[in-house]
């Protein structure tokens, strides 16, 4: 079904929007929930908190893009739910990931560095659409959708080595790029 048919769905509180919903994007945001949270138990409550966000929230939201926008909404309450169990020391996964940007991108923000954060996503944004569509890629699926680097490398079909250095130039292109651009970090 097309997405604006779904949304229309949630516009009019037609409960078919949740399984057309589940249908087309439920693996994809499992996927998401899943890399990020390690446990199928814990992907599964969060692809239930992300459809039912859409269904809080459409409308009065009306999402041009569903995919994008639910695989956001799942995004964000995987991370929120990674770092309450982090703090319980349940997950282990996320931390490398997360590592492996620490060196070129500064730290959480707080309330007074608001306007730093969004000169800092449009930033990283312009970086990324300067770089050729295949690196493009390959970073927005390892550092924002969190698929591992063998499962990438596989995908290519080159050796993970080869992989992880191309992923350091990356890392190391864009910290040059945002220290240029005179952020701290």
């Known amino acids: 079904m097309e997405d604006s048919r779904i949304v229309e769905l949630y516009w009019r509180r037609d409960e078919a929007a949740i399984r057309e919903t589940e249908k087309k994007y439920g693996a994809m945001c499992r996927g998401v929930a899943g890399r990020i949270l390690g446990t199928d138990e814990d992907a599964e409550e ?23 926008w639910l695989g956001k909404v799942t995004r964000n309450l995987a991370l929120n739910l990674w770092s309450k169990n982090h703090t319980q020391k349940r997950y282990g996964g996320m931390t490398a990931l997360l590592d492996e940007l620490a060196e070129c991108v500064p730290g959480p923000a707080t ?3 608001e306007l730093e954060q969004k000169e800092l996503s449009a930033a990283i944004d312009g970086w ?58």
């Open 46 to 68: 969060c692809v239930n908190d992300a459809l039912h966000h859409a269904w809080n929230t459409i409308p009065p939201q009306r999402p041009d893009r569903l995919g994008a």
């Open 111 to 113: 309330v007074e560095h």
């Open 128 to 185: 990324l659409r300067g770089l050729p569509r295949e690196d493009r890629r390959l970073f927005v699926r390892r550092y924002w959708y969190g698929v591992e680097l063998r499962e990438l490398a596989a995908e290519r079909g080159v050796p993970p080595n080869r992989l992880a250095q191309k992923m350091l130039r990356l890392r190391r292109s864009l910290k040059r790029t945002l220290e240029t651009e005179g952020f701290a970090l």
